[in-house]
């Protein structure tokens, strides 16, 4: 498939503009006046490896999500959109058609250095911690918990941010305190905590449980904590259906999940480069994303 196409766009070189970052997912360009510009690509990243292969229509459904998100919860903290149309730094026609859908104008934060993860339920990362441990991060869990079991209440449970291709991994609430000092820490977990549960509010009334999810924030020049990247999108949550949850196995999903139990059949030992995907998981990956920019926006 071409890399920049209105359908797919893999990778992008934007002419005139500065590159910043190109992480797992998004492209950041530098803009004047304290912007950026992010555009969200159909790459695919799997146990922190970005596929070779783009998913149709990703970008678009996570820049939609995202915003969505973003509208509906800013009552609890700002976000870093500036309101700026991209189109006022792109200019050739190919460009906007492709970006149109998944680029945003933002504000340059100076961004944390922890994922926010917030865990309603246990599965994943936490569930097999919790399997060696009976702890999540530090964090005591009562005794015989099954996979996929409601938590008593949300967990705030950091990560680090790992550099691309390498693992994040998960820290303690002390760890975070050490790094930002007590009052932001506190801040940050409460902040992630209460932006869970108003999500997860939202999702569950349009057949959709959030089990977790992770945020970013950053810093703005008057030190108030913003919500940046991305918010609740299926690439940072799992979303499970309501109607086929069932506690002790692992769910069907509307997120990257789905491939995630592909690649655990293959032998590949999680490393780069990663896999090709057949063309039906490629397909079934992108109908579940956009299912569930269905569900979450529904009146």
């Known amino acids: 498939m071409d890399p920049m196409t209105p359908d797919t766009v893999f990778t992008t070189d934007l002419k005139g503009l500065k590159r910043l970052h190109r992480g797992k997912v998004r492209d950041i360009y530098d803009l004047p006046g304290g912007l950026m510009l992010i555009v969200t690509s159909d790459r695919l990243s799997a146990f922190d490896v970005v596929l070779p292969d783009p998913i149709p229509y990703k970008g678009q459904v996570l820049t939609e999500i995202s915003n969505f998100w973003f509208a509906r919860l800013r009552h609890l903290i700002p976000n ?3 309101g700026i149309d991209f189109r006022d730094y792109i200019s050739d026609a190919d460009e906007v058609r492709a970006l149109t859908g998944r680029t945003l104008v933002v504000r ?3 961004a944390l250095p922890f994922e926010a993860v917030v865990r309603g339920y246990l599965s994943g ?5 919790y399997q060696r441990s009976g702890e999540i991060c530090g964090l005591r869990l009562p005794a015989g918990l099954r996979l996929a079991d409601q938590l008593p209440e949300p967990i705030f449970t950091p990560a680090t941010k ?5 693992h994040d991994e998960n820290v303690s609430y002390a760890h975070v305190v050490e790094a930002l000092g007590g009052d932001l820490a506190a801040e940050l977990r409460s902040k992630a905590v209460a932006l869970y549960m108003a999500a997860a509010t939202h999702a569950r009334a349009r057949g ?3 089990a977790d999810t992770k945020f970013e924030f950053g810093l703005d020049d008057a030190g108030q904590l913003v919500l940046i990247d991305e918010a609740l999108t299926p690439d940072s949550s799992r979303f499970w259906p309501v109607e ?3 506690p002790g196995v692992s769910p069907p999903s509307f997120d990257k999940q789905y491939v995630r139990d592909y690649l655990e059949t293959l032998d590949w030992n999680k490393q780069a480069p990663g896999p090709h995907l057949p063309p039906e998981i490629i397909a079934r990956t992108s109908e579940k994303y956009r299912a569930a920019l269905e569900k979450l926006t529904a009146p």
Do not use: T
């Open 208 to 210: 959709i449980i959030i």
């Open 244 to 246: 086929s949850y069932a």
């Open 80 to 82: 870093h959109l500036s």
């Open 162 to 166: 790992a550099p691309l291709g390498a």
């Open 108 to 110: 340059k934060l100076k």
């Open 125 to 129: 990362s936490g569930w097999k911690d």
